[in-house]
C-alpha cells in the first residue's frame, strides 16, 4: 500500500502550507492518520493524528494552535493545514496508517504505522 504525500513547499516565516495525504490502493476511512516529521540530524516526530472518525484528534504540542488535521474520507484523503509556520518546523513531512487495532484511535508510536507516504519537504526561511 502507498500513500501520496504532497503539499509542501518553501515559505517564509509565518506563511502556511497544506500537505494531503491521499490513497490509490487502500481505503482510508477505519483507521487513523498520522503526521510525522524528520528535521536533518534529528528523529522523527510525531506531529498530529486523527482518527478514521474524525473523532479523535491529537496535536504535538509545539503545533498547537497553528496546525489543523482533517480527513475527508469521500476522497481518500488526509490533510494537514499549517499556519504561522516557523523556522523550527523545516522537516519532511510523512503521512502513515495502517489497518492495524491500535489504530482505531490516534497513535503516537511510529512504529505502530505501516504504511507511509514518501515525505514531503517543508521549508521555513526567516
Known amino acids: 500500500v502507498q500513500l501520496q504525500a504532497s503539499g509542501g513547499g518553501s515559505v517564509q516565516t509565518g506563511g502556511s502550507l497544506t500537505l494531503s495525504c491521499a490513497s490509490s490502493?487502500?481505503?482510508?476511512?477505519?483507521?487513523?492518520i498520522g503526521w510525522f516529521r524528520q528535521a536533518p540530524g534529528k528523529e522523527r516526530e510525531v506531529v498530529s493524528c486523527?482518527?478514521?472518525?474524525?473523532?479523535?484528534?491529537y496535536y504535538a504540542e509545539f503545533v498547537k494552535g497553528r496546525f489543523t488535521i482533517s480527513r475527508d474520507n469521500a476522497k481518500n484523503t488526509a490533510y494537514l493545514q499549517m499556519n504561522s509556520l516557523k523556522p523550527e518546523d523545516t522537516a519532511v513531512y510523512y503521512c502513515?496508517?495502517?489497518?492495524?487495532?491500535?489504530?482505531?484511535?490516534?497513535?503516537?508510536?511510529?512504529?505502530?504505522?505501516?504504511?507511509w507516504g514518501q515525505g514531503t519537504q517543508v521549508t521555513v526561511s526567516s
Open positions: 486523527i482518527s478514521g472518525g474524525s473523532t479523535d484528534i
Open positions: 490502493e487502500f481505503i482510508l476511512d477505519g483507521y487513523a
Open positions: 502513515a496508517t495502517a489497518n492495524v487495532s491500535p489504530l482505531i484511535l490516534c497513535n503516537k508510536d511510529s512504529a505502530i504505522y505501516i504504511w
